[in-house]
């Protein structure tokens, strides 16, 4: 059975790629970040493409909240791995990436405030700066540990990188999730040996301090992975920060979705907003077009869809993924995020860190979070404060922006009054341990749940994609490729995943399977 329909599937992209060899007409489904660097790729090897979004703007999750001359990211507000759009920009146009965006490399990278209060800011993409600033706050050998943590972070990156962001998904893909790519450490436990491959015994059996432990969590906290859970090899997540850097775009993450707009408009790709495509249309078993919820129908040779949960239903009596492939499970079984904007009085102080990480002391909570849908009492916060003059009215205010992962719109009644509000509340308590006389300072505040991000991106319950991780209990998302012929999947709920890198990865990864057909093996 799953021989077969892995034939199937390449045979469909075999006739794909022959249908494609000339111009052929792409319909996109969705403006997010995934699908239109995809687009733009797609136009400039000569297809005719033309997005629709069921909204009136592009960008997906990056959005951009303003008033009263104050603005304020409410997706991603840091970039990692600008390596990816870097590509985008150099093989889709003259202009590179740095032409059409100031990237300011963001140091130190992040500022951590722990449950008993030490602090500590770690230096951007330097190794040897991190375990220094470690030693000094948490005490000697403290940075040994998390650097040798790191260079295991490394091999288990090495291994991963390419099958987890740089190939489609393999077709034998569960040999990613039957072997821990982590190189853990062996400990003993009960007179046996064992080897680490959990997140949590990478914090117990090889960093030995509860900080360093809330450090390597609250990574996985913050891109919606359960830290209880979660294999060895989400040390990835911080391993990328570290070694890559991190990255602010000026004026905002949002400027980068303009500019990737731009591009996509420079290649003549078309946008039709306030576009809802309710079904993908089928001719002679392939797809064939889509028809949108004011019965318009717009004929196509090849679809590229968003989620494929959502895709699904725009194919009701078609299975897009055979018995054999990663299944495209609900994706309100994710968590979300709540944002809260902030418009301070008073000018940003002489020395304020653009990030800070506020851990929490309640870890029973964020597992309540991802176990029972249940919100932290005590919440761990990111706390932006971007040194952006584009952000603010004038140098007298501050726009400050608190982020927190909570369960989705199925799991939690974000619609129930005082529901927002109050824990909203809470996280502006947890921020003023790293802005003293925050609350004294706020003119207003803007607060978004998982529903305001259901409604701008259409995920099931306003949920966040998480990343794709190799190991037992890993993450890995549904194939760019599916069942039907001339139908892909682009976006963060499709390999390899969500966040800014890895849309940009699915984008490539669908324009390649596209345009090279069945034999594409991803970027060199």
């Known amino acids: 059975m799953r021989t077969r329909a892995r034939a199937a599937r390449r045979t469909g992209l075999s006739v794909v790629a022959d249908k494609v060899a000339g111009m052929a007409r792409i319909a996109v489904i969705g403006a997010g970040m995934g699908a239109m660097a995809a687009a733009a790729r797609l136009a400039v090897a000569g297809h005719r493409?033309?997005?629709y979004e069921r909204t009136e703007t592009y960008g997906g999750a990056v959005r951009r909240f303003e008033r009263d001359g104050f603005r304020f990211d409410t997706g991603p507000g840091l970039l990692t791995l600008p390596a990816v759009y870097r590509d985008l920009f150099l093989k889709t146009g003259r202009k590179p990436l740095e032409d059409c965006v100031e990237l300011v490399q963001v140091d130190p990278s992040s500022r951590h405030v722990f449950a008993d209060g030490t602090e500590v800011s770690l230096p951007n993409a330097s190794r040897a700066g991190v375990v220094a600033a470690l030693d000094q706050a948490l005490g000697a050998g403290a940075g040994e540990r998390w650097g040798d943590f790191l260079v295991r972070a490394r091999e288990a990156w090495d291994r991963t990188r390419r099958p987890l962001l740089e190939e489609p998904l393999w077709p034998n893909w569960e040999v990613l999730v039957e072997k821990e790519p982590y190189p853990g450490t062996r400990y003993k436990r009960l007179l046996r040996t064992h080897r680490v491959v959990k997140l949590f015994e990478i914090g117990r059996h090889e960093l030995r301090d509860p900080r360093l432990t809330q450090l390597l969590e609250g990574y996985a906290l913050a891109y919606g992975v359960d830290p209880g859970i979660a294999p060895a090899s989400a040390a990835v997540l911080p391993y990328m920060e570290?070694?890559?850097?991190?990255?602010?775009?000026?004026?905002?993450?949002?400027?980068?979705a303009r500019a990737v707009y731009e591009r996509c408009l420079e290649r003549r790709v078309e946008f039709v907003f306030g576009a809802?495509?309710?079904?993908?249309?089928?001719?002679?078993?392939?797809?064939?077009?889509?028809e949108l919820a004011d019965r318009t129908v717009a004929e196509a040779d090849l679809v590229v869809g968003a989620g494929p949960w959502r895709l699904g239903g725009l194919l009701p009596d078609r299975e897009l993924y055979g018995s054999g492939d990663v299944p495209p499970d609900p994706e309100d079984r994710c968590p979300g995020r709540v944002v809260v904007c902030l418009a301070l009085r008073g000018a940003r102080e002489s020395?304020?860190?653009?990030?800070?990480?506020v851990h929490s002391a309640d870890a029973d909570g964020d597992l309540d979070l991802f176990r029972h849908g249940m919100l932290p009492d005590l919440p761990q916060v990111v706390v932006d404060r971007p040194d952006d003059p584009a952000l603010r009215p004038d140098a007298e205010h501050e726009s400050v922006v608190l982020t927190a992962t909570v369960p989705s719109a199925a799991e939690y009644d974000w619609a129930a009054p005082g529901a927002a509000d109050a824990f909203a509340d809470r996280l502006v308590a947890a921020a003023e341990?790293?802005?003293?006389?925050?609350?004294?300072?706020?003119?207003?505040?803007?607060?978004?749940?998982?529903?305001?991000?259901?409604?701008?991106?259409?995920a099931t319950g306003g949920?966040?994609?998480?990343?794709a991780l190799a190991g037992a209990e890993g993450v890995l998302h549904p194939a760019n490729t599916t069942a039907v012929p001339g139908l892909f999947a682009v976006g963060g709920w499709s390999h390899p995943g969500g966040g800014l890198p890895h849309a940009g990865m699915s984008g490539a990864?669908?324009?390649?399977?596209?345009?090279?057909?069945?034999?594409?093996?991803?970027?060199?």
């Open 276 to 290: 809802e495509v309710v079904r993908v249309l089928e001719k002679d078993g392939r797809a064939a077009g889509v």
């Open 351 to 357: 020395g304020a860190v653009h990030r800070t990480v």
């Open 509 to 524: 990864l669908v324009a390649g399977l596209i345009v090279e057909g069945p034999e594409f093996r991803g970027s060199q």
């Open 49 to 51: 493409v033309v997005v």
């Open 433 to 458: 341990r790293a802005v003293p006389g925050l609350r004294e300072r706020v003119l207003w505040r803007e607060v978004r749940t998982p529903l305001d991000t259901e409604r701008e991106t259409g």
């Open 463 to 467: 949920a966040v994609p998480p990343p």
């Open 242 to 256: 570290h070694a890559f850097g991190t990255w602010y775009v000026r004026g905002g993450v949002r400027e980068l």
